[in-house]
């Protein structure tokens, strides 16, 4: 083997290349340390400045931090250099998804498995808020077990992306597996537009060719508009029956994600899967967070990325900050979540505001036209990261209440605010 390899930042081996595309090359690598195999994906920071997709590389990280789950592409931490920023991630040993269905179409209950897996994955995405937008077979990666892993967050879009009517404007995504309202450019759900392009695959798995392939781009966009496919021949009726749901033009009768795992063929050798399990898991009550005297790491020997604002050398506030109307903030806590939210609380109770809790792990603060979302996320059992949102509300009044008020208060349970050279 050519001995080309380099060590980064004294951690990772960097091997043969695995892809590349505008921005970013993907090389193999091995962490040092552990002997782990990794993908490392290194972004040319000055063409991303250029091409004006700061905004789209931070929201890939965000994504990649909101989203822990088995079937989703881990990112193992972030790292920068001038004029680099390096995403390690899990590495997909057995390839795309691709590949394996371009052999020709997969026996039923494999399709069923990698269908199963897609949705549980799609699903916790979507729970977080966040949509894929690109899913198609190419950015369906296998692990060395088999297991499906969705990547490429690249177009992703989050809940804030909507616009006032609730609906997503940007056209992206691969012809083939794009929803045609998507096409039709009037606005679309990011969610209902993911369940058309599951249903896309869906097909593509089984069958082993597109469900709407034209060499004419028109004639495609046509045939999605109307859902004009034929299930070949060897499709089980009940197959059939949950296509015509999932590949339904309307999106407003389109068959839900929680509709398609309760169907029968979609359940069945369903128990080895987990539709719910994530690595970072919002806040749960003490009883269930593990009460623990494990002493708090320090921030290079931690993996979770969303502190890497705590060390210089890693801080990509510089890069992202694109304006000063910055909404949100977010703070990393060595307490435990029961303490964050007491301390939540005695903010409330200072400012006279309500604090509700709307699921696990996630509370609102508001009073009057002022509405701050909080949600608290577990990255280990003795490390929590804290993200507030401002709803609603006048930017100037949020500005003064966080520095005032809500910083001063919480100044017990913060370990750091994140993009900020605050070190203890």
Known sequence: ?????????????????????????????????????????VI?????????????????????????????????EVMATKTKIYFVMEYAKGGELFKVVAKGRLKENTARKYFQQLICAVNFCHSRGVYHRDLKPENLLLDENGELKVSDFGLSAVRESKRQDGLLHTTCGTPAYVAPEIISRKGYDGAKA???????????????????????????????????????????????????????TNP????????????????????????????????????????????MARPDNLNAFDIISLSAGFDLSALFVTNDHKDDIQFTSTSSASSIVSKLEDVARQLRFKLTKKDQGSFRLEEGTMSIDIEIFQISPSFHLVQMNKCSGDFIEYQHLLSQNIRPALKEVVWSWLGEQQHH
């Open 1 to 41: 083997m050519e001995t080309k390899e380099k060590i980064l930042m004294k951690k990772y081996e960097v091997g043969r290349m695995l892809g590349q595309g505008s921005f970013a090359k993907v090389y193999y690598g091995r962490n040092v340390g552990t002997g782990q195999s990794v993908a490392i994906k």
């Open 44 to 76: 040319d920071k000055g063409k991303v400045v250029k091409a004006g997709l700061m905004n789209q590389t931070k929201r890939e990280i965000s994504i990649m931090k909101l989203v822990r789950h088995q079937n989703v592409m881990h990112l193992e």
């Open 194 to 248: 993911d369940i058309w392009s599951c249903g896309v695959i869906l097909f593509v798995l089984l069958a082993g060719y597109l469900p709407f392939h034209e060499r004419n781009l028109m004639e495609m966009y046509r045939k999605i508009a109307k859902a004009d496919y034929k299930c070949p021949h060897w499709f089980p009726p009940q197959v059939r029956r949950l296509l015509s749901t999932i590949l339904d």
């Open 252 to 295: 407003n009768t389109r068959i839900s994600i929680a509709n398609i795992m309760e169907n029968p063929w979609f359940q069945k050798g369903l128990n080895s899967i987990n539709a719910g399990d994530a690595v970072a898991k919002p806040f749960q009550s003490d009883d269930t967070v593990a009460q623990t005297n494990v002493e």
